[in-house]
């Protein structure tokens, strides 16, 4: 098992850092296509399907599951958390074998992964200012241009602004600012994505249809896709109460013949708060807003019910619209109107949903748009400008700490300090206490740079200082821009741990007769 989870740990541990290599992937070799190069741990994990040894494959998809989650759920962090979880996993390994007890030494680990954690709570620091944002984008990406154009945004747009990426071809990036808004819920079904690489749905010149009902069967489906086709649409923003299997089928078998484009959304937020955001949704798009509150039915849908918006992205969690056919009159009074009822609204639940829907009314969308001459290389920066977004959303949100392993390294002295018992509970907190060098030691390595050497000039220059690839030298890393989120850090190390553990306390494997290949972790 551990064989197989370090196979998964060190695919982890090639794409970490800034001298990070690739992953070439041949899906099959007979047909000669043009091989996939992945520089992302959790694609990587996840093009792993089976290894031949099956009690090898166990450990395997322990690895594949953990790295694929914290890529799918935090969109970061998979790199980090390989490498920790494998080096949790070899120490932990190390001392079983010499006669220590898993079970006692998990109560070392918990300890110390708790105070771990605290230690980097203590250190993180919040993300504010131009400058330092387009220090931390440009250390995610590499790349200093993504990184400046992404500062100005966040300063145009504030600390939550909604950044959505536009490849075109050209020789340089750029931005736009355009009218647009984000709502919470995303598509009803992950087989309506149409943008595989950036799990999304992407629809162009849209017509919206606000179906404030369940919409489960064929009929009700096919009369706004027969609506949609007499209004001259060829793209098609469903949002709907729930939608059934059935009308899911109808709708992907409509994107495969691409007859019409479309995808279907539910909103997460319910009762008055539901009721504002699609109120708000109508106004933005100049869409019908059609209830079955008010006894109306999926007939009631006309060709002149659809709203209208020249793009909207769908993800998993979110619906971005851009460029709304919007009264903007209706707008402003619908905004006053809402304002005034904030004013004489003392509950706090209720304030805070006012202020959702009102800054609904009146966000912009900040438009990222990546140039490039070739498909390859357009989809290589369009990754690159993804990972700093997803980096500097979460460093705003939940605070920085230095990156580049320092933080880890700066965890130790606590690490070290936890009250535990003697023997297999203090060995526990020290095998942790080793592992938390590992994320540095791995950076440097990919930099082909002596580990030892590196990690000791760190320590020598004191908390907040680590190892910059791109000078070679030690520095203030905060200082420098190379920072990492403190929410991602804390889980990285939090799963690798469980991961470790998972594998190292289990004393039986059941496996099938006749095992069914899972594609998804």
């Not at 330092?132 to 992404?150: K, N, T």
């Amino acid at each position: 098992m551990l064989s197989g989870f370090e196979s998964i740990g060190k695919l982890a541990a090639i794409t970490l850092g800034p001298s990070a290599g690739s992953i070439c992937y041949q899906v099959d070799p007979s047909s000669h296509g043009e091989p996939e190069f992945i520089q992302d741990a959790g694609t990587a994990a996840r093009r792993v399907i089976q290894l031949p040894d099956r009690v090898e494959d166990v450990g395997a998809m322990i690895m594949r599951q953990t790295l694929w989650r914290m890529k799918d759920e935090l969109g970061d962090g998979a790199a980090t958390c390989g490498v920790l979880a494998m080096s949790i996993a070899r120490e932990m390994q190390r001392l079983v074998a010499a006669g220590a007890n898993p079970m006692i030494l998990r109560h070392g680990i918990d300890k110390a992964i708790t105070a771990a954690v605290q230690a980097l709570d203590r250190m993180s620091v919040p993300l504010e200012g131009e400058k330092r944002i387009a220090a931390v984008a440009s250390a995610a990406s590499g790349s200093a241009e993504i990184g400046r154009l992404l500062g100005e945004m966040y300063d145009v747009l504030g600390p939550q602004a909604n950044i959505v990426i536009e490849p075109y071809t050209a020789t340089i990036h750029d931005r736009a600012y355009r009218e647009g808004t984000v709502f919470k819920g995303g598509y009803v079904s992950p087989y309506l994505m149409n943008d595989n690489l950036r799990r999304m749905a992407v629809l162009d010149n849209v017509h919206i249809a606000i179906l404030d009902m369940d919409m489960s069967s064929t009929e009700a489906v096919l009369h706004v896709l027969n609506a949609v086709a007499q209004a001259g649409g060829k793209s098609l923003l469903l949002v709907c109460r729930s939608m059934g299997d059935k009308g899911i089928t109808m709708l992907a078998s409509n994107n495969e013949r691409g007859s019409i484009k479309s995808c279907a959304v539910k909103l997460v937020d319910v009762g008055e708060l539901r009721q504002n955001i699609l109120t708000n949704m109508s106004l933005l798009t100049g869409a019908e807003f059609i209830t079955d509150k008010v006894a109306q039915t999926y007939k009631d849908l006309k060709p002149e019910s659809f709203g209208f918006a020249t793009r909207v992205n769908v993800t998993r969690e979110k619906t971005t619209i851009i460029g709304g056919r919007s009264d903007k009159a209706a707008l402003r009074q619908r905004a006053q109107e809402l304002r005034a009822i904030l004013k004489r609204t003392p509950h706090p639940t209720d304030r805070e949903h006012l202020r959702i829907a009102i800054s609904q009314l009146s966000a912009g969308i900040g438009e990222l748009r990546i140039g490039a001459l070739t498909e390859m290389d357009r989809k290589r920066q369009t990754e690159i400008a993804e990972v700093a977004i997803r980096t500097v959303s979460s460093c705003i949100e939940g605070g920085i700490v230095p990156g580049g392993g320092a933080a880890f390294l700066d965890c130790i002295p606590s690490v070290l300090a936890v009250d535990a018992a003697p023997g297999d509970e203090t060995f526990g907190v020290q095998l942790v206490a080793r592992a938390l060098e590992a994320p540095m030691r791995q950076i440097v390595a990919n930099a082909a740079v002596h580990p030892p050497l590196a990690i000791n000039e760190a320590r020598k220059a004191g908390p907040g200082h680590g190892f910059d690839v791109r000078s070679k030298r030690i520095v203030n890393m905060i200082d420098e821009g190379i920072a990492d989120s403190a929410f991602v850090t804390r889980n990285a190390l939090e799963r690798a741990a469980s991961a470790a553990i998972m594998v190292l306390t289990t004393n039986a494997i059941v496996l099938h007769r006749k095992p069914e290949e899972v594609v998804h972790p």
